[in-house]
């Protein structure tokens, strides 16, 4: 199936992301201070849980979702 257009992701020029361990939502640009960066301990159990995952991305779609009722 063929589409046109831009997808959700290519569509803004700045994106969101969710950080999995703080739950913390920052501009990726800017980034944020992650207790898995900040805590030697949380790292190390991180690590033995089976490794850092990135932050996932937040589209704007599910961005408004977080305020809809």
């Known amino acids: 199936m063929l589409t046109f257009g831009l997808n959700e992701d290519r569509q803004y020029a700045e994106m969101l992301s969710l950080c999995r361990y703080c ?3 920052f501009w990726r640009s800017l980034g944020h201070p992650c207790i898995a960066d900040q805590c030697p301990e949380f790292r190390a159990r991180l690590q033995e849980a089976g490794g850092i ?11 408004l979702k977080f305020f809809s009722l």
């Open 23 to 25: 739950r913390c939502l």
């Open 53 to 63: 995952t990135p932050p996932s991305p937040v589209p704007p779609s599910a961005f």
